[in-house]
């Protein structure tokens, strides 16, 4: 189904909404529009194709009979949702017929956006159908359950075996969350949840549309290590998806490497991520029209890695930075089987088989970035514990037998 999903072509922010049912995601979907928010929703397109005298309603009755068809020629809901609730066969049917029509028009829309627009999609499904990587950003409204089942009881006048019978048909909280760039919690007031929706609007979407437009990428500055973040997986994750969602097979490879990709090692809060290429040309052409499309653009310049050992050619590769303000990102593109691919693996699973040079590699950092706290760890690679270190990886890569 991610496959499926709208390609990040163009450079219009692209938002995915979504929030289990009764959290509040409807009042941050309003309040984004306030801010001047593109609201697409999925729920308004999925009955919009499906109208008396579309294609998409002849199609159904073609497939389900007229028996889902009321009195006045349009779509009984009930009747459709009694035929394929229970039977697995027949909803993928009825979603073979439905989805490719909302994601045209979905796209339709976005198309029809202004060129500086945030588009935010509310897709109460985003998470169960894997729309996620479609996305530039996913927000996931969050609020505690028996919050919601006292919202629904109350806006709604629904019962409580219904609303859990519906909070059980989703994804759940953890998943939900597992998908979100941004969880916004909604168990306050109204006035909370819009001075959340505000901050975000401003300190991230605004900054975010703008240099995914003018191709931009978020300067690093000042980068304090943090302590190991549980949550450096995850957030590599989805970051991985969108790429592989941008690029396809032209993607060979794509690895978590640098230090947030060993676990429990404090780091800068960047995620270095290492996308394979079958050679620099590729990356050159519609790869990194592709990558800056996606929330990846293009770092100027010439960039290469110091060989290991010293002396012999630099290793050259391209890299390209995040235009998300509230995720930093270090996207190296190397060729497949290259020794710079290769060594970038190889130094990640070693440090991650070997806690002493975990603990030696961490003082090397401290030491480094006291003395020079200006450069940080983008200074360290030209460190002699490099070579040291390269030696010892070829050394336990034979010993083990490790393969990249």
Request: hydrophobic share 45%.
């Amino acid at each position: 189904m991610v496959g499926s999903g709208i390609r990040l072509t163009g450079r219009v922010l692209r938002v995915g909404l979504t929030g289990g049912i009764g959290s509040g995601k409807s009042a941050v979907a309003a309040r984004l529009a306030e801010r001047g928010a593109v609201l697409i929703d999925a729920d308004t397109v999925a009955r919009e194709v499906v109208t008396p005298g579309t294609d998409g309603l002849a199609e159904i009755v073609a497939a389900f009979s007229d028996t889902v068809l009321d009195a006045d020629g349009a779509l009984d809901r009930a009747a459709l949702g009694a035929l394929v609730f229970a039977d697995e066969t027949a909803r993928r049917r009825l979603e073979s017929i439905t989805h490719p029509r909302v994601r045209a028009r979905t796209a339709e829309l976005t198309a029809a956006a202004a060129p500086d627009a945030i588009v935010v999609n509310d897709v109460p499904l985003l998470v169960e159908v894997g729309l996620a990587p479609t996305y530039h950003l996913v927000i996931v409204v969050q609020t505690a359950v028996t919050t919601r089942l006292e919202r629904l009881a109350r806006d709604r006048g629904m019962g409580r075996a219904e609303a859990e019978r519906r909070m059980a048909a989703q994804a759940d909280d953890a998943r939900r969350r597992a998908a979100a760039d941004v969880v916004l919690t909604n168990d306050g007031s109204l006035a909370d949840l819009h001075d959340a929706v505000d901050a975000l609007w401003a300190r991230r979407l605004l900054p975010y549309e703008h240099n995914l437009r003018e191709r931009r990428v978020v300067p690093p500055g000042r980068i304090d290590r943090v302590g190991a973040d549980v949550t450096w997986p995850e957030q590599y994750a989805r970051l991985a998806a969108r790429i592989r969602h941008a690029l396809g097979s032209d993607a060979l490879r794509i690895d978590h490497i640098g230090s947030t990709a060993v676990p429990g090692l404090a780091a800068q809060d960047v995620i270095d991520v290492q996308v394979a290429v079958s050679s620099l040309a590729d990356a050159d052409n519609a790869l990194a029209d592709r990558l800056a499309n996606a929330g990846f653009p293009r770092v100027p310049g010439q960039w290469w890695d110091d060989p290991r050992p010293a002396g012999s050619a630099r290793w050259q590769k391209r890299l390209h930075g995040s235009a998300d303000p509230g995720r930093p990102v270090r996207l190296h593109v190397r060729v497949a089987d290259s020794p710079g691919w290769r060594y970038a693996l190889m130094m990640r699973d070693h440090l991650r088989a070997d806690p002493d040079q975990r603990s030696a590699y961490l003082l090397l950092k401290r030491d480094l970035a006291d003395a020079a706290p200006e450069v940080g760890e983008s200074g360290t690679a030209s460190d002699p514990w490099f070579d040291e270190e390269y030696l010892r990886a070829e050394q336990w890569a034979e010993q083990t037998g490790w393969r990249p």
